[in-house]
Every structure is written in structure tokens, then in C-alpha cells.
């Protein structure tokens, strides 16, 4: 079993920058990504790291202004997005995976989930 709580989302301008925190605690995960959803969207994935943080991977919409990156010591996930822009507006998610079989980006395949983060670009 594994929990996660987010942090770090709130309400910036374009052009700002946000860092999203994910606190993990249980079993250690395959996989940990964020995922958003913005109003009457889907939630679609941003991006993902796996392999204990061998393999990442990113949204064509977010590659070059999002990085994903873990502290192992601390069980923590982070997300730092720069340039933002008002289409990044959504609840942001983190999720974990235990399983190695999946996609990076689809929700299906990832088991916990946190209980989002707002994130407001203006």
C-alpha cells in the first residue's frame, strides 16, 4: 500500500514558476507521475519517472519547462514547472505504481493516487 500527498500548487502568473511536492510513504514504487485535470478534461498524464529514477518521461505539451525528480532519502517526488502558461491550469495529481508492466501516461495503470493540488496560471 502506498500514500501520497501533494503540496506546493497555487495561483501565478505566465511566465512564473511553481514546484509541486509528492510525499510517498509505504511500499517503494516501480513508477511514481504526475498527472492534471483540467475542467471537463481528462486526466492526462505530465510526466513520469521509473526505474528508481532511470527512465523519465514528459508530455510533449510540458518537455523543456517541466522537470520530475525524486529525493530518495526523503520518499518525496517533486515537479518543478517553469515558464508556465494559462493552459497548464488544472488539479494537478501524483501516482505510483508497483507494477513494472503499464504506460507512463495512462491512468489505468497507476494504482495510488494522491488528492491533487490546484495550480492557477493567469
Known amino acids: 500500500h502506498v500514500q501520497l500527498v501533494e503540496s506546493g500548487g497555487g495561483s501565478v502568473q505566465a511566465g512564473g514558476s511553481l514546484r509541486l511536492s509528492c510525499a510517498a510513504s509505504?511500499?517503494?514504487?516501480?513508477?511514481m507521475g504526475w498527472f492534471r485535470q483540467a475542467p471537463g478534461k481528462e486526466r492526462e498524464g505530465v510526466a513520469a519517472?521509473?526505474?528508481?529514477?532511470?527512465?523519465?518521461h514528459y508530455a510533449d505539451s510540458v518537455k523543456g519547462r517541466f522537470t520530475i525528480f525524486q529525493d530518495s532519502a526523503k520518499n518525496t517526488l517533486y515537479l518543478q514547472m517553469n515558464s508556465l502558461k494559462p493552459e497548464d491550469t488544472a488539479m494537478y495529481y501524483c501516482a505510483a505504481r508497483m507494477a513494472r508492466g503499464g504506460s507512463w501516461y495512462l491512468t489505468a495503470d497507476f494504482r495510488y493516487w494522491g488528492q491533487g493540488t490546484q495550480v492557477t496560471v493567469s
Open positions: 509505504g511500499h517503494a514504487s516501480y513508477c
Open positions: 519517472i521509473c526505474f528508481g529514477g532511470g527512465s523519465t
